[in-house]
């Protein structure tokens, strides 16, 4: 399971993340409501903590935004204790849940696992493109009878082309997503994993191929 954390208290930020760790889920967290819209909108994220005050875009043009472009991941607003107003309205807006600050860590534990609960009513564990799957618990790439195991990065680039098979991911994109917005990583770190997966890919006899848009970045053909 991948969450999402947008908080722009960084202590909280990293408290939280701490939690969900701790409990095996795999977190990614941003610090404003731009890069919570642009990293919840690559869809592949079982749920999104999403504070209501956050610089650059606020928590409910967040929500609002994401509904209306399709993005139904569940959503678990963080408010202060006072915003009862816009409580209500994010439900409006299509939250699923919302939970006040200062919260206890076991209730939101146990609202994490009701929300990822839900969701996974919908079998989700693993992604199809054409005439491959991708197991999103074992990280095998799999072809009728041939399956391989991913590597960490290689499992995750995959993952976002496959939840985004129909647009072109840059490199940018990918970067910022896996190793991080400040991270110092390069164009060719991506090249080379890219590299490793096409082999993998003709290594299970895939007729899929990751095809590069030059001078925007990659996706599946």
């Known amino acids: 399971?991948?969450?999402?954390?947008?908080?722009?208290?960084?202590?909280?930020?990293?408290?939280?993340?701490?939690?969900?760790?701790k409990e095996q889920y795999f977190v990614d967290k941003v610090f404003d409501g731009q890069d919570g819209y642009d990293y919840a909108m690559s869809g592949i994220y079982d749920l999104i903590l999403l504070d209501i005050m956050l610089p650059k875009m606020d928590g409910l043009?967040?929500?609002?935004?994401?509904?209306?472009?399709?993005?139904?991941?569940?959503?678990?607003?963080l408010t202060a204790r006072?915003?009862?107003?816009?409580?209500?309205?994010?439900?409006?807006?299509?939250?699923?849940?919302y939970l006040t600050k200062p919260f206890n860590k076991g209730e939101l534990l146990a609202r994490v696992r009701a929300l990822t609960r839900r969701k996974g009513e919908i079998p989700t564990?693993?992604?199809?493109?054409?005439?491959?799957?991708?197991?999103?618990?074992s990280y095998e790439l799999i072809c009728g009878d041939n399956?391989?195991?991913?590597?960490?990065?290689?499992?995750?680039?995959?993952?976002?082309?496959?939840?985004?098979t129909k647009n072109?991911?840059?490199?940018?994109?990918?970067?910022?997503?896996?190793?991080?917005?400040?991270?110092?990583?390069e164009y060719n770190s991506i090249e080379v994993y890219v590299s490793f997966l096409r082999k993998k890919l003709n290594a299970i006899h895939s007729t899929v191929q990751i095809k590069a848009s030059r001078g925007i970045g990659y996706y599946l053909q």
């Open 125 to 137: 564990n693993e992604l199809e493109f054409k005439d491959i799957k991708l197991n999103q618990s």
């Open 61 to 77: 043009t967040v929500l609002k935004k994401l509904r209306d472009n399709g993005i139904s991941t569940p959503i678990m607003l």
């Open 168 to 185: 072109i991911i840059s490199k940018d994109e990918f970067i910022e997503k896996i190793w991080g917005y400040d991270s110092e990583a």
């Open 82 to 97: 006072t915003e009862i107003d816009d409580k209500i309205k994010g439900l409006d807006l299509g939250a699923d849940d």
């Open 147 to 164: 399956s391989i195991k991913l590597g960490g990065k290689e499992f995750k680039i995959m993952q976002m082309l496959m939840y985004n």
């Open 1 to 21: 399971m991948r969450i999402l954390v947008v908080e722009d208290e960084e202590q909280l930020a990293d408290a939280i993340e701490s939690m969900l760790k």
